[in-house]
């Protein structure tokens, strides 16, 4: 366990200014508590010389302030240790948030996100709970047991031995007892990160869910989670709440057995009845350390199991990332250029094959083909958001392995082929890639996009919120919203991964007239399943299984009566029998 707790320390570390008076703090409280049993004490002794009111006013004056004291330093404590947890809850939570921002779009495809919700926030209560109280009370306890053991020892050093006959089994049981929370806590966590993906499938899907009128099933299956996690929660709770009787029945055998052997010293002369009552007092305050080690070793248990579920994500290497040597580009100009491209998916099923091209910057490059042809695959590789290998894919000449990944992206705009929208307005979309853009600039890349006639029917405009992901969208408009982020960057290449295939006809043609405009300068790839959209490309890649099996012009590639060709017959057939 303290192998795995010592991945705090370097947020322990960064706030010592605070660990160190809080604990000062909680020294300071145990000291100035220790002075209560001596005076009680001292009192009873007093009793059998000279009972006098001054005295026992003066010994009840001594106890308030005492409590006075303590109870400061004891808010002391709890201000500065506690409010340390929050600020290294904040730390963690930041981080955990930067590690999730760096992996690439394969690693939630292997991490649902239910369960890293789970992760940012039972898991992060329960560490954060192990760097305060548990901090807080684990010292404390050394601090009052040592403290107590110390003036029992003084007032007779065979019954303090009594006192800790019941120790060793207190923490045999600690040990089996934490060890047996420790497991089922993890489990607790995993099966509340079954719940939370599966609400959030739920939701994300509730447009399936009701349109195949299966609420009754997705209840049921939330009905079954939830059991689960219930169960084991009993479980938890029954071996959680069994715990602090054990402890003490345990700590209740040895406080029998002194008063046992300390009623005969008392009877025999060898302590006074003060001491007697103050040793009573004393053990009371070690009664507390013994049960309070039962609670903070529960504690101590569920922070390092949320721990290590945290560390897994946080110390994720991201499959994609800068590695060096890098070469820093100035100024990027597009040029494009493949050289034996293979890409195989992690289940080894290949999705691109020795593809070889070259595009110069300002050309624009449509990819055609059938679906699973490896257009998507494609697009991908280029900003680095799938990983080409190294030395097959160059930009200006140089490896895109080796630019910068902020530099790489900075010069792309893409529009994906499952178009995201943020709950937010419509300007706040536009303007996600440059926030500092005037509304001037959004209007005019949602002008360009096909918009201008949308926004006029939203009751506010640019400002109008869209649902969650877009869905108070039309597929179209989500499409044209993600088409006016891309423009709006400014980018030297751009991406259109099958952008139009969800607006008509006209729409289409008449954003494509809108996008010539655009092309200029700029290197453009394009995706579509339509022959009119990418017939006035330079170059033309007809794709097959992978492999680049045609490349052209539009007028070309017709001429060449291959599979291009049987594309756009099929299109316009298509077309006629649709006039019909």
């Not at 080409?388 to 790489?408: H, M, W």
Request: charged content about 20%; overall charge neutral.
């Amino acid at each position: 366990m303290f192998k795995r707790l010592a991945y705090l320390w370097p947020f322990l570390r960064s706030y010592r200014r605070k660990l160190i008076p809080g604990l000062l703090a909680i020294l300071a409280s145990v000291v100035v508590s220790m002075a209560s049993p001596l005076l009680v004490g001292r009192a009873v002794d007093s009793l059998k010389a000279d009972v006098r009111t001054e005295t026992l006013l003066g010994y009840a004056a001594l106890l308030v302030g005492a409590t006075l004291v303590q109870g400061i330093f004891s808010y002391l404590q709890r201000m500065i240790l506690v409010g340390m947890s929050r600020d290294i809850e904040y730390d963690l939570r930041n981080r955990y948030f930067s590690s999730l921002e760096t992996q690439p779009p394969a690693f939630f495809h292997d991490h649902p996100t239910g369960d890293l919700m789970a992760r940012a926030t039972n898991d992060l209560q329960a560490v954060r709970m192990l760097c305060g109280p548990a901090i807080m009370y684990s010292f404390g306890t050394f601090f009052t047991a040592l403290g107590a053991l110390f003036f029992m020892s003084r007032i007779h050093l065979g019954l303090t031995l009594v006192a800790l006959l019941s120790m060793p089994a207190v923490a045999v049981s600690t040990k089996l007892f934490g060890q047996r929370i420790h497991t089922l806590f993890t489990e607790v966590q995993g099966r509340f990160a079954d719940i939370s993906t599966r609400v959030q499938e739920s939701f994300a899907g509730v447009r399936v869910v009701r349109a195949y009128a299966q609420e009754e099933r997705e209840r049921e299956t939330f009905r079954k989670v939830n059991e689960d996690f219930l169960l084991g929660n009993r479980r938890l709770i029954a071996w959680s709440v069994a715990f602090h009787p054990v402890l003490q029945a345990l700590i209740g055998v040895g406080f029998v057995a002194v008063l046992w052997y300390g009623g005969l010293l008392v009877m025999r002369s060898r302590i006074s009845v003060g001491e007697f009552v103050t040793f009573n007092f004393f053990l009371n305050k070690l009664i507390w350390p013994m049960i309070a080690i039962g609670w903070v070793a529960n504690l101590a248990q569920r922070g390092t199991a949320s721990l290590t579920r945290l560390r897994d994500i946080m110390d994720v290497v991201p499959a994609i990332r800068d590695e060096p040597p890098l070469v820093e580009m100035p100024e990027v100009r597009g040029a494009l250029r493949a050289r034996n491209l293979s890409f195989a998916w992690p289940s080894g099923e290949p999705a691109l094959t020795d593809l070889s091209f070259d595009v110069a910057a300002g050309q624009t490059v449509a990819l055609v083909g059938r679906t699973g042809s490896g257009k998507s695959s494609l697009l991908s590789l280029l900003p680095r958001l799938l990983d080409p290998p190294e030395g097959t894919l160059f930009l200006d000449g140089v490896d895109v392995r080796r630019i910068p990944l902020a530099t790489l992206r900075r010069a792309i705009g893409m529009v994906p082929q499952e178009t995201f929208l943020f709950s937010a307005t419509l300007s706040d979309n536009i303007t996600l890639g440059r926030p500092e853009a005037t509304r001037e600039e959004a209007l005019e890349a949602a002008r360009i996009a096909g918009l201008e006639t949308d926004l006029a029917a939203f009751p506010q405009g640019l400002d109008t919120l869209v649902g969650e992901r877009g869905i108070t969208l039309s597929g179209g408009q989500k499409q044209r919203v993600a088409l006016a982020r891309a423009l709006l960057r400014d980018p030297r290449i751009l991406l259109l991964d099958d952008s139009l295939s969800a607006v008509d006809t006209h729409t289409e043609e008449q954003i494509l007239r809108n996008l010539r405009t655009v092309f200029e300068g700029r290197t453009v790839f394009l995706v579509s399943h339509r022959i009119s959209t990418v017939q006035n490309a330079d170059l033309i890649l007809v794709l097959d299984r992978g492999r680049v099996a045609e490349r052209g012009t539009h007028q070309q590639l017709l001429a060449h009566g291959g599979l291009y060709a049987d594309l756009h017959q099929r299109q316009l057939l298509e077309e006629e029998l649709a006039a019909v």
